[in-house]
DNA sequence: ATCCTATATATGATTTGTCATATAATAAAC
DNA sequence: GTTTATTATATGACAAATCATATATAGGAT
């Protein structure tokens, strides 16, 4: 259902084409929340047939016609009310802890490179996430008006997320295979 | 996909009906995976059809019969085969830090009594799962098959991830809190 | 006496998400 | 000169997940 209100909180900011969309997803949320081409194009017809956006067809000649996508009355109404609302039970899916529950069944000559490239990826991440935070930290400090300010604030806090938990994790999958190379399969309570 | 694998894993440990994995999912991966019953059925026949299940039926007297999915070969190498595998790219789904994201557009006397809520979610969550290793642990320790011990290890894992991370993730939310409360929109670099 | 829970499986309808592919023009890269 | 990337939208096919509801019996709770 996020996909709705994800499109709606971008278009509250500015109007926006699915491309621009595409765009803004991957650029920011797509770590939490990826975005498919051909879905957002679905929901942003879905959110005009709703009356939640409106569409202007911007003529253009080299390239493709444009289809600008803007919030309406009843589209910010809808955000808010999704925004003010009790947060539903959270429901996590994550594949890799999948993995790991069943991972007892292989061996340690075939679980360590996968946990190695588990890491790796984690690693890259991280980096990837403290160069935004540090890239988006300088043009937050740059705005002036008080409720864009407040925008950007809260766009970082997911970054700064991101990375306690991928700081998090990586500690927890070192500590994996540490125990895994001193065969010393002990839990012990964090 | 990971429900197909998720269920051979089950059956890896002993044949199971529809209702039995049900459970086993409720009362194990759910908070990383949680599976619908109606899935688990069509999955299971999907199962049976490739040849990685068979159904044995089991005839009840007082209770509908039983319809017990065991393993096959050909499952089993499937399982071992996709435990083997390098780890596809991760893309992880969090509802609530899509909220988070667009937060900004609502002010805070409507917002932190969600972050409260948020907060009273994941301290229940932490008490669960830590009563839940607490537990588990002891009935590991009590595995003498090294086979068997190894397999409680690795799903005792993720419970021990679980906790690390509704640790970390309640700090950030109070964090958060403490941030909006003294008026001070301020992000470190963690 | 009635309601709720547990046991057990099943299906229909719908929503979401994914993958591939189509069209069509320009501009840069090799 | 051919391929690749960018801009822009769209659809068909399919897989996966969710929600509601149906059937049927037994036993405990109110």
New interface residues.
């Given amino acids: ?2 996909l709705q ?2 499109i709606l ?1 971008f278009l ?1 900011l500015r109007p926006l084409t699915g491309y621009d969309l595409k765009k803004a997803f991957d650029g ?2 797509q ?4 975005a498919d081409q051909a879905q957002i194009y679905r929901t942003l017809n879905k959110l005009d047939e709703l009356g939640l956006a409106s569409v202007e067809l911007v003529e253009q000649e080299d390239k493709p016609d444009r289809k600008v996508y803007h919030i309406t009355e009843n589209g910010r109404s809808a ?2 009310t ?3 609302d ?21 061996d340690d000559e ?2 360590l490179p ?1 946990l190695a ?2 890491m790796a ?1 984690e690693k890259a991440y991280l980096a990837a996430m ?1 160069a935004i ?2 890239n988006a ?1 300088q043009q ?1 400090e740059t705005l002036t008006e008080p ?1 864009e ?13 991101a ?3 991928h ?3 990586i ?2 999958l070192e500590s ?1 295979i540490t125990r895994l190379e001193n065969q010393d ?1 002990s ?1 012990e ?2």
Same sequence: chains 1, 2.
């Fill in positions: 259902m996020s209100q994800a909180g509250a920011s949320v770590h939490f929340w990826p955000l808010h999704w925004l003010s009790t947060l539903p039970p959270t429901s996590e899916r994550e594949p890799l802890l999948v993995r790991i529950f069943f991972s007892g069944f292989v075939t679980l996968r490239e588990a990826q403290q935070l540090a930290q937050v409720a300010r407040r925008i950007g604030f809260f766009q970082l806090l997911t970054v700064e997320r990375i306690l938990h700081q998090a994790q500690a927890w994996i399969l839990i309570t964090p």
